[in-house]
């Protein structure tokens, strides 16, 4: 199974300043005939099921804020939130589907205000 | 909207067997692929199993393969994951999620809760 790695496990920061999610993968999750990279980013509040945010690695989901991105290719790979907002505490996952059925995500990073 | 909403979660004991279900409403429903996922208290996103649109097709991670069973009703825009020989590690939210055969999930039931005890 490709392995997902988050970096941080935790982070804060303040109201209004920008926030920085890593992801690494153990394999490549590009895909060459189409040249796209098979990893989405997801955000879930406590008590709620996860919601998709971003899918092939930089595409916001319909309805997503835009201060939301997604960036990166190959085994690396980044969500931005470029001035955060109260209401983007959450806990963060990114998820590769390269390789189905074996869908598998990262660890997730939580993300708290300071 | 789309809306996919779970039943059947409950409190068992090791061994036994439990039957979750998954109702799908406001999307075209034998388009998609349907996987259910788990998530252990405190513990990050697991993925358990998948069937295809027409059913034909079926995945189970191998922490569950031989011992749950998924299946769907097209007819009636149902979801079931059938589980047996349940461990205390089987302990989680059970989330189904609509998701293409190759894709990322775009929609989430809030989950059934499935506590394996003695």
């Known amino acids: 199974d490709i392995v997902m790695t988050q970096s941080p496990d935790s982070l804060a920061v303040s109201l209004g300043e920008r926030a920085t999610i890593s992801c690494k993968s153990s394999h490549s999750v590009l895909y060459n005939s189409n040249n796209k990279n098979y990893l989405a980013w997801y955000q879930q509040k406590p008590g709620q099921p996860p919601k998709l945010l971003i899918y092939?690695?930089?595409t916001r989901e319909s309805g997503v804020p835009d201060r939301f991105s997604g960036s990166g290719s190959g085994t690396d790979f980044t969500l931005t939130i470029s001035s955060l907002q109260a209401e983007d505490v959450a806990v963060y996952y990114c998820?590769?589907?390269?390789?189905?059925?074996?869908?598998?995500f990262g660890q997730g990073t939580k993300l708290e205000i300071k | 909207q789309a809306q996919l909403v779970e039943s059947g979660g409950g409190v068992v004991q090791p061994g036994t067997s439990l039957r979750l279900s998954c109702a799908a409403s406001g999307f075209s429903f034998t388009t998609y692929y349907i996987h259910w996922l788990r998530q252990a208290p405190g513990k990050g996103l697991e993925w358990v199993a998948d069937?295809?649109?027409?059913?034909?097709?079926?995945h189970y991670a191998d922490s569950v393969r031989g011992r749950f069973s998924i299946s769907r009703d097209n007819s009636k825009n149902t979801l079931d994951l059938q589980m047996s020989s349940l461990r205390v590690e089987d302990t989680a939210v059970y989330y189904c999620?609509?998701?293409?055969?190759?894709?990322?999930?775009?929609?989430w039931g809030q989950g059934a809760v499935v506590t394996v005890s003695a």
């Open positions: 999620a609509r998701g293409p055969a190759s894709g990322a999930f775009d929609i």
């Open positions: 069937i295809s649109n027409d059913g034909r097709a079926q």
């Open positions: 998820q590769q589907y390269y390789t189905t059925p074996s869908y598998t």
């Open positions: 092939w690695a930089s």
